[in-house]
């Protein structure tokens, strides 16, 4: 069955530097990734998503890569700031199109 | 206006009892979800619908029975609860069935049950 892994330390950083998260999955490479970000006491916000065929995606801070061979997604977040502590969830294909399988994400926490 | 809203907010029942969890989205979708997030943060697919017609049932104990009057709507009873029932139970839509490819998912606040 599909699986996918994510840090389950948290990462601690200063602001003002690049906080870059890790997505590993398991099995089949799935025809997309999706990356969210979840508050305390909160449901998850979609941030990205990045196809197979795709390599990098940009949105603002944020930058998503996608690497079919290593079986891995990272997430940058660039000129980090507090207001981005938060956990990030990464999200694959299921075995089916519209089913997504989540990590357990990774807790990032950003220092004034 | 809250794009997905659920209610209630928090849930504090008895072994034995049944309840039930709202779920309402403003977005137009076609397409709705029950996530059960457990302590270990793991956020697992429960049910999806769309139009009104389930699609995925993931092995979940039939004590769990979701109900969509309208696509608009996806409520989940819980009969007989259990201590392990104990979670956070999001409710998501999305706008098409094949949300993930093409497009997000939206989710709702979250309803916190505990099970006493």
């Known amino acids: 069955s599909q699986k996918i892994e994510q840090n389950s330390e948290a990462l601690n950083i200063q602001e003002g530097k690049t906080a870059t998260l890790t997505c590993n999955y398991t099995n089949y490479s799935p025809a997309y990734l999706q990356w969210y970000r979840q508050d305390p006491g909160r449901g998850p916000v979609f941030l990205l998503l990045?196809?197979?065929?795709?390599k990098e995606k940009r949105k603002e801070r944020l930058k998503v890569t996608f690497d079919t061979t290593l079986k891995q997604s990272l997430f940058h977040i660039t000129a980090s700031q507090p207001a981005d502590s938060a956990t990030y969830l990464c999200?694959?294909?299921?075995?089916?199109?519209?089913?997504?399988?989540f990590g357990s994400g990774t807790r990032l926490l950003v220092r004034p | 206006d809250t794009a997905v809203s659920q209610t209630p907010k928090y849930l504090v029942t008895q072994m034995g009892n049944d309840k039930s969890i709202k779920c309402e989205q403003n977005?137009?979708?076609?397409?709705m979800y029950w996530y059960k997030q457990d302590s270990k943060k793991f956020l697992k697919i429960m049910f999806s619908y769309n139009n009104k017609e389930l699609i995925i049932n993931e092995t979940v104990p039939n004590r769990f029975s979701p109900k969509s009057p309208d696509k608009a709507h996806l409520n989940l009873h819980i009969n007989s609860l259990e201590l392990g029932d104990s979670a956070v139970y999001f409710c998501?839509?999305?706008?098409?069935?094949?949300?993930?490819?093409?497009?997000?998912?939206?989710f709702g606040p979250g309803t916190r049950l505990t099970v006493l």
């Open positions: 998501a839509s999305s706008q098409d069935l094949t949300g993930g490819l093409f497009n997000e998912q939206f």
């Open positions: 990045i196809r197979e065929n795709e």
């Open positions: 977005l137009g979708h076609d397409t």
């Open positions: 999200a694959q294909q299921g075995d089916s199109s519209y089913k997504l399988i």
